[in-house]
């Protein structure tokens, strides 16, 4: 069974670094790209951008780019997000998912809640 | 970017038939997916490459693409069925290949 298992919550100060993850299992994790989904509160789904653990290869979209780092450690299948100074905006759910045929989401993490706050 | 467009809401009565469209430029020449997103839950994957079905999604859930727009159909609508649901198309040639649209919310009268 493919299961996608998030971090927990994260309750953080503005300014602050962050690292979430996404362990995969049930599957070979070097060979399907993860993508990383935003949801702001009350608001729909954003591409974040996606990672290939086999070899790293990362795409982003043009709107997180340099925002955040995607990344994954693919001895212990587990994928990144990580943010280096976050911001009260940055506050939202935090989705991975395994894409599967014509590049859908087919298997999704349970979500990580994140918010920042002073 | 490729932009997706959803009518924000949609409303059907138990045991009729929902349609939720999803528009784009020449969206029929792209694969295009859809998922179902309950209060408080992930979103789950209900329909793939246009008008294939996961495993486990019933066989109410169909999907058709053609032209300029793409259309989730739910027949025998179930108060179940309440959720938000989102297209999604994957456009290769952006530098924003994953592209959602921005939701629909299906109300069971």
């Known amino acids: 069974e493919v299961q996608l298992v998030q971090s927990g919550a994260e309750v953080k100060k503005p300014g602050e670094s962050l690292k979430i993850s996404c362990k995969g299992s049930?599957?070979?994790?070097?060979?399907?790209?993860i993508g990383w989904v935003r949801q702001m509160p009350g608001k729909g789904l954003e591409w974040m951008g996606i990672?290939?653990?086999?070899?790293?290869?990362?795409r982003y979209s043009p709107s997180f780019q340099g925002q955040v780092t995607i990344s994954a450690d693919k001895s212990i299948s587990t994928a990144y997000l990580q943010w280096s100074s976050l911001k009260a905006s940055d506050t939202a759910m935090y989705y991975c998912a395994r894409l599967s045929s014509g590049y859908s989401y087919g298997f999704w993490g349970q979500g990580t809640l994140v918010t920042v706050s002073s | 970017s490729y932009v997706l467009t959803q009518p924000p809401s949609v409303s059907v009565a138990p045991g009729q038939t929902a349609r939720i469209t999803c528009g784009g430029n020449?969206?029929?020449?792209?694969?295009v997916h859809w998922y179902q997103q309950k209060p408080g839950q992930a979103p789950v994957l209900v329909v793939y490459d246009d008008s294939d079905r996961p495993s486990g999604i019933p066989e109410r859930f169909s999907g058709s693409n053609s032209g300029n727009t793409a259309t989730l159909t739910i027949s025998r609508v179930e108060a179940g069925d309440e959720a938000d649901y989102y297209c999604?198309?994957?456009?290769?040639?952006?530098?924003?290949?994953?592209?959602f649209g921005g939701g629909t919310k299906l109300t069971v009268l």
């Open positions: 990672i290939y653990p086999g070899d790293s290869d990362t």
């Open positions: 049930g599957y070979s994790f070097t060979s399907y790209w």
């Open positions: 999604q198309v994957w456009d290769s040639s952006s530098d924003h290949p994953g592209v």
């Open positions: 020449n969206i029929g020449s792209k694969s």
